[in-house]
């Protein structure tokens, strides 16, 4: 074939040429692979031929979907059609028993030829949602566990708050990452791209060898809070691209260095730099010059009916310049439940064997309770070129897998000089493979760079005494009891891996392939175990319902960058599932098999939490930097992920009230680090929000769970009223309200000036909360009268709190709220009984705004006694009604009430402030801090030492809370969100006839809504791409911007520096920065990049709530005001309620 045809199929296929860096016609596949990452098609972003892929100037071109994704490389054969199953006798697996499919005919276990949405939309009729919405339905009906095996696996389960079994309470010092590869986990598992069934007895994961690394690549790295200049941080390239709720298809990424990983470099220069400085990431090292790596996907994809027949394919492309080789170490392994109580449990078992008539390798795990499942592993075809070419002369037909066999044990020799409890131990894989990680004979050791000693406090699995051991990072160096083999070659044991070694994989492209399938059926007639078409279209076709899935949740013309950026961000909140095990009283008293922990480790924390018994799947922040729940970013994932699956939503929310998370006082657990941390009350809000969701999109009411965590947060409320307002006078002061360092002082800590902290904040997170709960009890009260009563109670206490935002002291009255500079700041209260503002332009004078409700008068007139106890109040208690809140006796639009901490004329003097784009205003979104403290940082002296508050847009500057988050200037996705929901409650109060200035000072007046929408627009800026191809969380990184193998994807990063839009903090948090997937939905068909035009919008827009039936509004009707009945869509925002009743 001439080059130019060799191009030409090559831009097909991969979206390059040979030898080019930007591809004539790039593409990003429906699922979210790269620009020909994995062959796959779809909609994508392309870059003009023409046009450099370093600089700006780029053109957008949108292309149109394009066919089928091009084929993956299958086995050289002679057979003209695969497909054909010839008829054979049943032979026998080793158990003896007979192989027929398991009692099937041959007929139904060939795959249908067709579709199996179709076939099922032929079943279903009109009732037909989709094949994705019909699996949640069997499962939440308990017809089929299609959730049973999920993404459940940790990104990082060494250096845990659970694994931490030393004196001191040094997590990072005490399970390092060096261990991880040798010590056996006591409370859970971590691997990459990694699965596991949902109760975590049996785990697959993925590793990797390059031929150049110490260690394999079993699970990702990352400096720890001491070693980075910003805290922990991991130091990895992976995304998670794609994920279905019931996980029926999961695609993830991972981009592996072909020279050496830099594990040294990576940690000495990040512990050289100081806080002022950027962290050092991967590629700033020369990991990836070149483009010397490999794009790793993993995709899985479960069988149409049956939930636990799962479809591993794995897809590794040679991006660098020159051929290369590539391990591919798929592992299957049981977590080790066996060495902690004095009693071994029944053992659980993996062997090995050759099975079916193609000899396939299999591994057969046997479970005591998840019985009997086996991995396949497929013979792979040799790698191929760009072309999709085989090299002919090689004489390979077929890349057979070794099995290999070990014990997840740890390795005490290795890691202390002790004797191991067996032969094969849990880093045995490492010993087998790479020769230079095998430990040295005769117990003589060489003065190398491999025997490199660090100090360890690790004498036992818990640690104690210190002791000298290698530094596994630069290779063993301890004695090792003699083995003739490092695996066990009786195929048998808890660990098992499949080795497949793809030598010589082409440049530029070229391609290496493994299939398996983890499934409890035996190998029987499944023609996907003989036929690769067969294998790889089973996995497309779940790849083509998500795409199904995904494409009906789409109301209007999103582009299609927005699309994939919306899609990712839900694919990594459904990733970021994890098994969570914790069990308190077990942790603090050590286990019977064990030495036990040191005695002082039982004062360091959580010992106020006896009850703690966690044993689920829940929602992470980050499965890495924060591999653990927290209760204030759940309440925010519950958002996006009600939209897409609001079963598992309500799980989460009803989790964390259950009486084995919640304390009997009512106090919800924080995080591990410490579970008696205070977050914000965001439950109630996030319980209502969930419902709400799902009403609207879902049709459905789920009155039990409202009511069932109604009931539960009652107790709360009363926890934070009682540890939290201890003066009994509605202003809520001291404790972490999950703002880290916003503040001048520590506010976990005592004042070193002695005194209260009045918070302004923490008193409008409280009304924010009444408010919430009064919602519920609203709602609560249309299908039992006796929540009238609880309505009426929360709408008192909210009274009393805005009244308290001026109090009493002694006989001087303070206040939150200052006049002159128009907004709320924190106060200190002296024991003198003198007070003084703390003039700190923050999130903490906003806050007060998520304090609204709006009440229809519907709904008013369906509660005749809380209307009455309403108005007894307004009219009896008028001074308390009509100071520090809205005027409630002025009725609005639609004839609305509005219950809200800020006036009129203090929302309009706040709005200045926080719609200047010299202060609060960024160009993607609101700032945490104004920038006014940039030129006018606010301090005092205090004992001679000055506190101040400074505008640091990016990271932090200091170490307060770890140093690895910043409240002082950057934006955060969370609190711009319930700021959104705020001002488009005040438009269905105020509607147009209250006109801001948006930006201050550019001319431009809008409705509150049409400002909501604007914030809105410039946070989805921070991700979509604008004209010249840059995505402001790339931070200017051309890589990531124009490389035809990056710039399809995107991190979903904690926060965002204020100025810039780059992002920070961990990298990987869709939990709360999922959130943009909201917006998109939300407001994406009237965003345009780079800015919006401040045009009237004349699309129709759609919103996760009830609509308004406009006569319902003002009549006497006894039903909501915002029917699920209802059957009008509106095409002005004003007449679409955002907080629905």
Not at 520 to 547: K, M, N
Not at 833 to 859: C, D, F, K, N, W
Request: charged fraction near 25%; include cysteine.
């Amino acid at each position: 074939m001439a080059t130019s045809g060799i191009k030409k199929v090559q831009q097909k296929i991969f979206g390059t040429g040979v030898g080019e860096d930007v591809p004539s016609d790039s593409q990003i596949n429906e699922g979210g692979a790269a620009t020909g990452g994995d062959g796959s098609s779809g909609d994508a972003a392309a870059v003009n031929a023409n046009t450099s892929s370093q600089g700006p100037g780029l053109t957008l071109i949108i292309p149109k979907p394009k066919g089928a994704p091009a084929p993956l490389p299958k086995k050289p054969t002679s057979d003209p059609s695969p497909k054909a199953i010839e008829k054979q006798g049943g032979s026998n697996d080793e158990d003896g028993d007979a192989v027929d499919g398991d009692g099937e005919d041959v007929e139904e276990a060939v795959m249908e030829s067709v579709p199996f949405r179709q076939r099922l939309a032929a079943k279903l009729g009109t009732e037909y949602k989709g094949a994705e919405r019909y699996r949640l339905r069997q499962d939440d009906k308990r017809e089929k566990h299609w959730k049973r095996w999920g993404p459940y696996l940790s990104d990082r389960q060494w250096a845990t708050v659970r694994e931490d079994y030393s004196a001191n309470g040094d997590a990072w010092s005490h399970f390092p990452h060096e261990h991880a590869r040798s010590r056996a986990y006591r409370w859970g598992e971590d691997g990459i791209a990694g699965i596991s069934d949902n109760h975590q007895r049996l785990c697959f994961g993925l590793s990797l060898w390059n031929g150049q690394d110490p260690i394999l690549k079993e699970r990702l790295f990352g400096v720890t809070g001491h070693q980075g200049n910003h805290g922990e941080d991991v130091k990895e390239l992976y995304y998670y691209l794609d994920s279905t709720p019931t996980h029926s298809y999961m695609k993830f990424l991972y981009k592996y260095p072909q020279k050496r990983f830099p594990y040294e470099e990576l940690v000495a220069e990040n512990q050289c730099r100081d806080r002022t400085v950027s962290e050092y990431e991967i590629l700033d090292t020369d990991a990836f010059d070149e483009d010397r790596y490999w794009d790793v996907f993993v995709e899985y994809a479960k069988d149409e009916q049956k939930p636990d027949d799962i479809y591993v394919r794995i897809t590794s492309y040679n991006r660098g310049p020159d051929p290369a080789t590539l391990h591919i170490i798929p592992q299957l392994w049981f977590p080790n439940t066996w060495s902690w109580p004095l009693e071994k449990p029944p053992m659980p078992s993996l062997t090995g064997s050759v099975r079916g008539k193609d000899n396939i390798n299999t591994v057969t795990a046997r479970h005591p309770t998840l019985g009997k499942t086996h991995l396949y592993c497929l013979p792979s075809p040799p790698p191929v070129g760009p072309t999709n070419n085989f090299d002919e002369d090689s004489g390979i037909e077929s890349v057979d897998p070794e099995l290999l066999f070990t014990e997840n044990d740890t390795n005490f020799s290795r890691l202390y000089g002790g004797t191991n409890t067996s032969p094969y131990v849990k880093d045995a894989f490492h010993d087998h493979i790479i020769p230079s990680h095998q430990p040295p004979s005769k117990e003589t050791e060489k003065e190398d760079f491999f025997t490199h000693k660090i100090r360890s406090r690790t004498a036992s699995i818990y640690g104690g005494q210190e002791q000298e051991t290698a530094d596994p990072e630069q290779g063993p160096c301890t004695p090792f009891p003699p083995t003739e083999h490092y695996v066990n070659p009786e195929k048998k044991g808890t660990k098992a891996a499949a080795h497949y070694v793809f030598e010589n994989v082409p440049g530029h492209g070229g391609c290496a392939v493994v299939r398996l399938k983890l499934t409890p059926t035996r190998i029987g007639r499944d023609p996907s175990l003989e036929d690769e078409v067969l294998f790889d279209d089973a996995i497309e076709e779940r790849r083509q319902e998500a795409d199904e899935f995904y494409n009906a949740l789409v109301f209007g013309p999103i582009s299609d960058d927005l699309k994939q950026v919306m899609r990712q961000a839900l694919g990594g909140m459904l990733w970021t599932k994890q098994f969570y095990r914790f069990i308190q009283k077990e942790w603090l008293e050590g286990d019977p098999a064990q030495p036990p922990p040191p005695p002082e480790r039982k004062r360091v924390r959580n010992k106020n939490w006896p009850h703690l018994h966690i044993e689920d799947i829940l929602s992470m922040p980050d499965k890495w930097e924060y591999p653990f729940f927290a209760a204030w970013d759940t309440a925010f994932h519950c958002i996006p992920l009600a939209v897409v699956d609001p079963s598992f939503a309500k799980k989460q929310l009803d989790l964390l009230t259950r009486e084995w998370y919640m304390k009997p006082d009512g106090q919800i657990p924080a995080y591990e680090w410490n579970f008696s941390d205070v977050n914000p009350p965001v439950h109630a809000w996030a319980t209502f929000r969930v419902f709400k969701i799902e009403r609207k999109l879902f049709g459905r009411e789920d009155v039990p769970f409202l009511e069932r965590v109604f009931q539960k947060l009652l107790l709360n409320f009363t926890w934070w009223v009682n540890r939290k307002d201890q003066g009994g006078n509605n202003v809520f002061e001291g404790g972490f309200l999950g703002l880290d360092n916003i503040g001048v002082f520590n506010r976990s800590e005592p004042l070193p000036t002695g005194g209260t902290l009045r918070q302004a904040d923490g008193t409008a997170w409280m009304a924010f909360y009444c408010l919430n709960m009064l919602n519920m009890a609203l709602e609560l009260a249309k299908h039992n009268p006796v929540y009238e009563d609880i309505a009426s109670k929360f709408f008192e206490h909210f009274i009393f709190i805005a009244d308290a935002m001026t109090y009493r002291e002694g006989d001087s009255e303070f206040s939150l709220w200052n006049e002159q500079d128009g907004m709320y700041y924190d106060a200190i209260d002296f024991e003198d009984g003198h007070g003084m503002q703390l003039p700190v332009r923050s999130l903490v004078g906003l806050i007060p705004l998520y304090a609204t409700l709006v009440l229809e008068p519907a709904v008013m007139n369906r509660l005749p006694g809380f209307k009455k106890r309403v108005e007894w109040f307004l009219n009896n208690r008028s001074e308390m009604a009509n100071r520090n809140m809205a005027n409630m006796k002025v009725a609005g639009k639609g004839q609305r009430r509005l219950l809200a901490l800020a006036s009129k004329e203090r929302l309009v003097k706040i709005l200045e402030k926080m719609l200047d784009e010299d202060e609060f205003l960024s160009e993607h979104g609101i700032r945490s801090l104004s920038k006014k403290h940039k030129e006018q940082p606010w301090g005092m002296d205090v004992h001679g030492q000055r506190h101040e508050v400074p505008y640091w847009p990016g990271d932090s500057l200091s170490g307060m809370f770890g140093g690895n988050s910043n409240w002082r200037g950057p934006i955060w996705l969370a609190t711009n969100f319930i700021l959104i929901e705020s001002l488009q409650r005040f438009y269905q109060y105020y509607g147009d006839d209250l006109q801001v200035e948006c930006p201050t000072g550019s001319g431009y007046y809008m409705n509150l809504a049409s400002v909501a929408e604007e914030i809105q627009h410039r946070i989805i800026h921070i991700f979509g791409r604008d004209l010249e191809g840059h995505r402001a969380t790339n931070g200017g990184n051309s890589k990531l911007d124009y490389d035809p193998h990056f710039r399809d994807y995107v991190w979903f990063y904690e926060f965002f520096h204020a100025d810039s839009g780059k992002g920070l903090g961990a990298s990987h948090q869709t939990g709360w920065s999922g959130l943009v997937a909201y917006h998109i939905l939300q407001s994406g068909v009237s965003c345009r990049l780079p800015r919006t035009p401040k045009t009237p919008r004349s699309v129709l827009h759609h919103y996760f709530d009830e609509t308004i039936d406009p006569q319902s509004a003002v009549d006497d009707e006894p039903k909501s005001a915002y029917s699920v009945f209802s059957g009008v869509e509106l095409n002005t925002l004003g007449d679409i309620s955002p907080d629905a009743l």
